[in-house]
């Protein structure tokens, strides 16, 4: 191992935990009462008394946002080489898009529950709606941004629209549609979340929920502490699928690898 890549292992670490230390010093200089901030070692301490009833949750959690992801990224992914393909489609759909998902999930959420009733529906719904618009905008983008000039001399060698799609717009969307799967799988957890406690009776959402009611803040930052750590898993994965299908696109810096700035 390199010196560079033991600092970009290290790096993260040692911030993570100087942050940690400098919350706890805080909590214990101005005796912030536990309900208001516990600290962390509260925090890991509920995590630990509680980890029989907090892993099925989290697990549920996890295994939720994964469909609405997955299904985000089929939807996203179509309706995006739709848009960037077809001025057409990208005129009809395109303030729809911009409507929709200026409206907060949050709203959508009793209006699933009418619909589908209260539990793992109205979560995956929700993953999904959060998940799938930057995706498709980062799709559209990258097709869209097709050089005229390189699609004319395509044409002129006899390329129809679609060869230029599946063989030149597609492949240049690549680093753009990694991109918003950082971005998509935070939200998409997000929107399972605020789901889950909102209307369900499983889930890190609903563990929160029900803690947050009986005052046992400690183990609402524990579930707070597993979310994070899930996030933080599926974006290393997005990342390390970035780098493994397009990783022609993403730069060398210690930006790029981490931030996705391909």
């Not at 230390?21 to 909590?27: D, F, I, R, T």
């Not at 912030?32 to 925090?43: K, V």
């Not at 080489?81 to 999930?105: C, E, M, Q």
């Amino acid at each position: 191992m390199t010196r560079v890549q033991l600092r970009k292992q290290l790096t993260p670490v040692v911030s993570t935990l100087a942050l940690f230390v400098l919350w706890e010093a805080a909590c214990q200089a101005f005796r912030i009462p536990t309900f208001i901030l516990p600290r962390p070692t509260e925090a890991l301490a509920a995590l630990i008394d509680n980890w029989a009833g907090i892993w099925p949750n989290a697990l549920h959690t996890l295994i939720t946002t994964l469909i609405g992801f997955g299904g985000a990224v089929a939807v996203g992914m179509l309706l995006g080489i739709a848009v960037g393909t077809s001025a057409l489609v990208y005129d009809a759909i395109n303030p729809l898009l911009i409507g929709f998902n200026a409206i907060p999930k949050v709203a959508l959420v009793p209006i699933l529950v009418l619909w589908f009733g209260i539990g793992t529906v109205p979560a995956v719904i929700t993953a999904f709606l959060t998940a799938f618009f930057p995706i498709v905008v980062n799709v559209a983008t990258g097709i869209a941004t097709v050089e005229p000039e390189l699609s004319d001399v395509l044409r002129s060698l006899g390329a129809s629209k679609t060869d230029i799609v599946r063989k030149v717009g597609i492949p240049r969307s690549m680093p753009y549609f990694f991109a918003s799967l950082k971005i998509a799988i935070a939200l998409a957890f997000v929107g399972a979340v605020v789901s889950e406690s909102i209307a369900s009776n499983v889930g890190i959402g609903y563990l929160m929920l029900s803690a947050s009611a009986t005052f046992r803040i400690p183990l609402v930052f524990a579930g707070l502490l597993v979310i994070a750590l899930m996030g933080i898993i599926m974006y290393l994965a997005a990342a390390r699928l970035e780098r493994r299908f397009a990783s022609w696109a993403t730069r060398g810096s210690e930006i790029g690898g981490y931030m996705g700035g391909g």
